[in-house]
């Protein structure tokens, strides 16, 4: 991690960066799965993986209805109040 | 007594977290592990944390976490060491070199710091603690120790680590937005996506790099120089500080960019029309007095090209500045048809010593020990005017009028804007080979040699640019004989003396719209 200082008048924000890795999970793991073919064979082999290394950690599955429409608010704020990080299966 | 130091919470090697103040009596130690003095005093804590730690807190505080497991091993401590390997204790802290040893009496009074081991001090020391807590002296072989031996400098003064440490300390100076970059992401690339580079790489602007460069002028860091067009953003002393390192700086430099900046973004110099012209026009910096040879800029060979960090990176500064926080970007608020290497960069000093004639921040008003920069609108440049074969001084300054007249467009006369000329040594030579050439009388001459009729200003089928053919059939022949030099007056023709010793080849910078109605030349003393 290298932090510099904004040369700009600051009126655009910068991009989001990836959050520090700490190397531990704290809450709920949500796997997404958007639907596309054999996502949820990824998701299966990711969940697996996971539970191994993250025996303490609680992991849920998500679906949404198709990949070809935005996420429903419903289930974007479902996933957001139960889980602490999402892992989401983007392509086929 | 002095006031008691800052309030700290550090943990110790067996993970306990300790703060100060502790509630009771304490001596605090600030050592590093290879320091010979540290481990001389060691083992005197080590007696005195015996003596006293039923009534008092003994500890030391090590200047990184392995180190302190060495002075432990090394010596078999069992008073707590605490890991101050961030340093951010030490730094709050405010001593120069370590054994450094504060004394917090029963008042809550702190004694003045001891750094180093003087005897004589710590046994005064050692006999007035036991005497305030009323506990026998420590066990402590006195005689076997040496009168005196020197600290060793603080870990946090370590110039690679301070900048770092103040950058990131409470009552940093420091205001700006920080960015993280992550560690998967190749900075220089990250500073390119983000538009903040002129095609050029950058350095990367840290915290530690910006607090070095800030300590280049006494300006408080969150002074506004000045406000940059096109966005009207505030420059802080800090964001120009910021954007100099970018450019490649060294802090001494500072100033210049400050000064600079002030003359572009006044309502004179029109920075957002000169940003914004179709003609690609660009301030050329020139530096005068005393800073030239204190920063080490270039006014004699190359003095305008590559090659010289100060002149290449005060004139990049400017122009990050301006892309960054004014926001002026190519295809943005700049509209420049073709733009200019100058665009990058253009900025040198004034060859004064090799001048016969006032230098230009004289000419302009200021003290010849006052140091100078001026900005100059400009859309070319540098010009060469070649010529190796006159001798005579009027041959040499019609020379450097013809040279001049080129500007814009040949046939285009009586112009009402401005040029830079920059001698060269060896033209000076010629032109005063029979005495003095004043400045005036080169401006004359140039007027005179580029004197014209009218009517080779007429549009023709060579050039349809010009006075209009339609007004010059209403002019008479005597009016169309009227001699019309280059320049609308000869006050637009600026002089300067600058170039390598070997070499009869002036130059000239030619401007932009001169006046109200576009940029006037601006000069700025230097604040150093």
């Known amino acids: 991690m290298t932090t510099i200082l904004d040369p700009t008048d600051e009126r655009v924000p910068v991009e989001r960066q990836i959050t520090p890795r700490t190397g531990s999970i704290p809450g709920v793991i949500g796997l997404l799965d958007i639907s596309k073919p054999r996502g949820n064979v990824l998701l299966d082999e990711l969940e697996r993986l996971l539970a191994a290394r993250f025996p303490d950690n609680e992991i849920r599955r998500y679906a949404k209805p198709t990949f070809t429409k935005p996420c429903p608010t419903d289930l974007r704020l479902k996933i957001k109040a139960e889980c602490s990080v999402l892992v989401e299966a983007l392509a086929d | 007594m002095t006031d008691t130091p800052p309030a700290f919470t550090l943990q110790d090697l067996k993970g306990v977290t300790r703060s100060f103040p502790t509630g009771r009596p304490s001596l605090i130690c600030f050592a590093k592990e290879d320091c010979a003095t540290c481990n001389l005093v060691a083992p005197l804590l080590e007696a005195f944390h015996q ?15 392995d180190g302190a497991e060495i002075l432990r091993d090394r010596h078999g401590l069992t008073l707590p060491i605490l890991d101050d390997g961030a340093l951010r204790t030490s730094l709050a802290w405010d001593f120069e070199s370590v054994p450094a040893v504060f004394w917090t009496g029963t008042e809550g009074a702190t004694a003045p710091v001891m750094e180093g081991f003087v005897k004589a001090e710590w046994q005064a020391l050692s006999a007035h603690i036991s005497d305030a807590l009323g506990t026998p002296a420590p066990q402590v072989d006195w005689a076997g120790l040496p009168d005196w031996r020197p600290g060793c400098g603080s870990k946090h003064l370590d110039p690679d680590i301070h900048d770092r440490l103040v950058a990131e300390a409470e009552g940093s100076p420091i205001r700006a937005r920080r960015i993280e970059i992550a560690g998967s992401d190749d900075i220089d690339e990250f500073m390119f996506d983000q538009g903040f580079s002129d095609g050029l790489p950058l350095v990367p602007p840290t915290p530690e790099r910006v607090i070095r460069m800030l300590a280049g002028t006494t300006r408080d860091p969150q002074d506004i120089v000045a406000i940059v067009p096109p966005n009207m953003a505030p420059a802080t002393v800090e964001k120009v500080a910021i954007n100099a390192v970018m450019a490649g700086c060294r802090p001494e430099y500072l100033p210049v960019v400050i000064a600079a900046l002030e003359a572009v973004c006044t309502d004179e110099f029109n920075m957002h029309g000169v940003n914004a012209t179709t003609m690609g026009a660009s301030p050329v910096l020139v530096v005068n007095g005393p800073i030239r040879h204190r ?84 859309t070319s440049g540098p010009v060469q005017i070649v010529d190796q074969e006159s001798r005579r001084p009027d041959q040499i300054a019609g020379t450097l009028g013809l040279g001049l007249e080129g500007m814009f467009l040949p046939k ?31 401006r004359a001459r140039i007027q005179e040699v580029t004197s014209r009729p009218l009517r080779e200003m007429v549009s023709n089928d060579v050039s349809g640019a010009g006075i209009p053919a339609a007004s010059a059939a209403k002019m008479t022949a005597e009016m169309l004989a009227t001699p019309a030099p280059k320049f609308a007056d000869g006050r637009y023709i600026h002089i300067v003396v600058a170039g390598s010793e070997a070499g009869k080849f002036s130059a000239a910078f030619h401007g932009w719209v001169t006046g109200a109605m576009g940029s006037t030349v601006v000069s700025r003393k230097i604040d150093c």
Request: contains cysteine; glycine residues 10%.
């Open chain 2, 412 to 442: 285009i006369h009586r112009m009402p804007v401005d040029a830079l000329l920059v001698v060269c040594p060896e033209h000076i030579n010629t032109l005063t080979v029979d005495g003095a050439y004043p400045k005036d009388r080169l």
């Open chain 2, 51 to 65: 003596a006293w730690g039923e009534h008092a807190d003994v500890w030391m505080v090590a200047q990184a976490r």
């Open chain 2, 295 to 378: 920063i080490g800029m270039n006014m004699k060979l190359a003095a305008l090209g590559a090659g010289n960090r100060a002149n290449a990176t005060i004139g990049r500064a400017l122009r990050l500045v301006v892309r960054n926080l004014g926001g002026a970007r190519p295809g943005g608020v700049d509209r420049s048809t073709l733009s200019s290497p100058m665009k990058f960069t253009m900025c040198f000093a004034e060859w004064e010593e090799g001048s016969p004639w006032d230098p230009l921040h004289v000419e302009r008003g200021f003290q010849r020990e006052d140091s100078v920069v001026t900005a100059f609108a400009m």
